[in-house]
């Protein structure tokens, strides 16, 4: 009998809304990084952008992510995870009325950057946060509908903006309308997580043990909360006699091979994450539709597949794949089939024209976001959150997504430039060959983090295992 059978109801409800609260952040993570899709086009009109100041406008929100993972990964871990999800709400909420009302390019740069802090420190905060509070039985599906939530943020932005271009795009600051909307997520952030318990982990690492027990009597059978809060104990003692617990986090990390060792790995998947391609269609999806062929209006209505493909393929990823197979089976395929797509995408580039050639673009996209996010895209987080030990997870997730979200800058910065000097097609072709270096990389190095306890993973990989 599963876990969830043996909960009763009231634990059953009270699991479900604190993983539905804390995915709020990812729905923002989403929302924040996909608005400017739809804006970009209205945006570049209204502010002269050049393919320079065009990827710096979406860059500047990806370097501010950088510096506010790796500052929010110690900021979780000082002020606990329910807490600084708090403080970021408010910072959302301030980023979004700045860019909505920037009188110019400096002023939207000022503002995407506080935006992006908020967006890198939830994109290692909510992940941490439900991977602690989930039972080990659920922990990948659970982990994974944090990034179901950054999907839903993104196709909600893509449909938001398709409808607000529709009514009011014949308005030359339209863009301010779509970027207005970002505030609204930020306020749900703010009422969930007030309602929200602090991770049971945490508290037991400030030595706020009866608080943790009681937390977890709400959302375990009585005895497993018992046991899972004495494993949890066990293995802070284990650290004691260590004397890992007298050291920084900071320290620990470079006074141990086997954690330093990990935190190399976790920068290695994490950057590969960003050179699938994934944030250039969700990122710049209707400028590459409106290169293929098709016009304005129809780029904005056909960007739309790309957020159904993905939250579509989140879902099944999540709901049917994740707790069936091992994460590096499913990362494995995916990269695959992957480049695979990018081939096939840069052979339409090349051989096809006209109608042909945006629809078949268009669909090849739409069907390349939804095996990325199927596969690796969800699985990322899940990896990570699973990797690090107790001692360490904050900062060295934030480390981690530090380096993933400058990848990401790069390649989103870059793209732009590389496409108006190489062209569609050599672009996806530089992908295609990256993706299938990148299996190299998950065979050799990545570790298998599924079915066991995060204690279970620390003891053996601290022992080598």
Not at 25 to 41: E, H, K, P, R
Not at 273 to 290: A, D, H, R, S, W
Not at 292 to 313: D, Q
Not at 421 to 445: Q, R, S
């Amino acid at each position: 009998m599963s876990l969830l059978m043996n909960l009763n109801t009231q634990q059953r409800k009270r699991l479900h809304q604190i993983t539905l609260v804390a995915t709020f952040g990812g729905l923002l993570f989403g929302y924040d990084t996909g608005v400017i899709n739809g804006a970009f086009s209205s945006l570049k009109e209204n502010m002269a952008l050049t393919p320079d100041t065009e990827g710096l406008v979406m860059s500047v929100l990806l370097i501010g992510a950088a510096l506010g993972s790796v500052g929010g990964g110690k900021l979780a871990d000082f002020f606990g995870r329910r807490k600084y999800l708090i403080y970021l709400s408010f910072v959302f909420f301030i980023g979004a009325i700045l860019s909505a009302a920037a009188p110019n390019v400096t002023s939207l740069l000022i503002a995407r950057f506080i935006l992006g802090f908020a967006v890198g420190g939830a994109s290692v905060t909510a992940p941490t946060f439900i991977s602690e509070v989930a039972p080990t039985e659920m922990r990948g599906r659970l982990t994974g509908l944090n990034e179901v939530a950054i999907v839903i943020g993104q196709l909600a932005a893509f449909a938001v903006n398709a409808v607000i271009g529709l009514i009011w795009g014949h308005l030359p600051e339209v863009w301010r309308y779509m970027l207005l909307v970002q505030a609204l997520p930020s306020i749900f952030l703010l009422i969930g997580m007030w309602r929200a318990p602090e991770s049971p982990r945490w508290l037991i690492s400030k030595n706020r043990r009866e608080e943790a027990l009681a937390i977890l009597k709400q959302i375990r059978p009585e005895a497993r909360a018992v046991q899972e809060y004495q494993d949890i104990i066990t293995l802070i003692e284990i650290e004691k006699e260590k004397k890992l617990h007298t050291q920084s986090a900071t320290s620990v990390i470079f006074s141990t091979p086997w954690i330093m060792k990990l935190i190399l790995v976790g920068i290695a998947w994490a950057a590969l994450q960003q050179t699938t391609g994934v944030n250039v269609i969700m990122y710049y999806g209707t400028e590459i539709l409106k290169t293929a062929g098709f016009s304005e209006k129809m780029s904005l209505i056909c960007n739309v597949l790309n957020g159904v493909f993905s939250v579509g393929g989140m879902i099944f990823g999540v709901m049917y794949l994740v707790d069936r197979f091992k994460r590096k089976t499913l990362i494995v395929y995916g990269f695959a089939l992957m480049a695979t797509l990018h081939l096939i995408i840069a052979g339409a580039d090349y051989f096809l024209v006209g109608d042909m050639k945006a629809t078949v673009i268009w669909l090849l996209g739409a069907i390349f976001v939804g095996v990325m996010q199927g596969t690796m895209g969800f699985l990322t987080w899940v990896v990570l959150a699973e990797l690090f030990p107790l001692k360490v997870r904050g900062l060295s997730m934030g480390i981690s997504v530090f380096f993933m979200w400058v990848m990401n800058a790069i390649v989103s910065y870059l793209f732009p430039v590389l496409q108006a000097k190489l062209g569609l097609g050599p672009v996806f072709l530089i992908f295609a060959v990256i993706n299938y270096l990148a299996i190299l990389f998950v065979v050799k190095a990545l570790p298998e983090t599924s079915n066991k306890s995060l204690e279970q993973l620390e003891e053996e990989l601290s022992a080598g295992n």
